[in-house]
């Protein structure tokens, strides 16, 4: 059988995976929903014909848009993510001990449901109920407006804009974000790739630049994510992620993260800090 799925990362560009078996396929009153196991990256999550995670390269985006916010914190204890219904993000946010409460608010309960089925080894803080997480199934958006000086981080690890995913790049998201974070919180967001979302990345730079004093983007390489170069830019109120000192990791088993990665991460080429002027 020669079964292949696509995914239209510009309107003259497909990335192509061979698919061995399809797992799942559905509709929520958000999304399209497929799991399929691919030759070259096994199971991977499509939301709406959009490459979410696989089960192959999902450490790097999960511990890249963690570990840099959690370690640049000195000592985070509550700490929201907006999204990241697949459960990456929170298993990675929950290994920091000193997080006390790690709040998860998904829109759609469906992608949880699908994940914690087929892809149980990224879902696993769901599957068992890890106690200080609190999954809610709403939307990030309404969440945002209710809380005030509340978090030390938020992460905001949302699908493309575009969807239920559309206003979470907007000012007035921006503004409830910097409001519920603690005098000294911090926020990330994941702002796609520099080749082909340039003017996103200027305009969530500028957006977020009105409102944090420090505003920095960051870089990982992802194979699936369009370009295989993904950004993500951070907001913070007090501590500063290139001088913050990540000496103070707790030794947590890391597969791409580390405290030169940490720093690297930050060191931008030319082409992308032009997006950033
Ligand atoms: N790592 C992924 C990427 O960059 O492609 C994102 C993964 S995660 C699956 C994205 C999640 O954001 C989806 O499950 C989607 O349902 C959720 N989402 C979109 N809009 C949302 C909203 N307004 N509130 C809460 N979750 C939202």
């Not at 295989?228 to 500063?240: E, I, N, V």
Request: glycine share 6%; aromatic share 10%; charged share 25%.
């Amino acid at each position: 059988m020669n079964l292949w799925i696509s995914e239209a990362q510009t309107k003259d560009l497909e990335l192509r995976a061979r698919v061995k078996e399809t797992l799942f396929m559905g509709k929520s009153d958000f999304q399209e929903i497929a799991v399929v196991d691919s030759h070259q990256f096994g199971r991977m999550l499509v939301l709406d014909g959009v490459f979410q995670t696989s089960v192959t390269d999902e450490f790097i985006y999960h511990e890249m848009i963690v570990h840099v916010p959690l370690y640049t914190h000195p000592s985070p204890k509550k700490v929201l993510v907006i999204g990241g219904g697949d459960g990456g993000t929170i298993r990675e946010v929950v290994k920091h001990e000193c997080v006390e409460k790690a709040e998860m608010v998904e829109i759609d309960g469906l992608v949880v449901d699908v994940c914690k089925k087929f892809l149980p080894e990224i879902s696993e803080a769901m599957i068992h109920n890890h106690p200080k997480l609190e999954l809610k199934i709403g939307d990030g958006i309404s969440h945002m407006k209710q809380a005030e000086n509340k978090y030390d981080i938020i992460i905001v690890d949302c699908s493309d804009p575009i969807g239920p995913g559309k206003g979470l790049f907007t000012p007035a998201f921006y503004t409830n974000v910097y409001k519920a974070l603690k005098d000294d919180g911090l926020f990330v967001q994941q702002t796609e790739s520099p080749f082909y979302h340039q003017e996103l990345i200027t305009y969530v730079n500028k957006e977020i630049r009105q409102l944090f004093p420090i505003t920095k983007m960051y870089l990982a390489n992802i194979p699936t994510y369009p370009s295989g170069l993904h950004c993500f830019t951070m907001g913070s109120k007090k501590y500063d992620p290139i001088q913050s000192s990540v000496e103070n990791q707790q030794g947590l088993t890391t597969r791409y993260y580390n405290k030169d990665i940490h720093r690297s991460s930050f060191v931008l080429p030319n082409f992308v800090q032009e997006l950033l002027k």
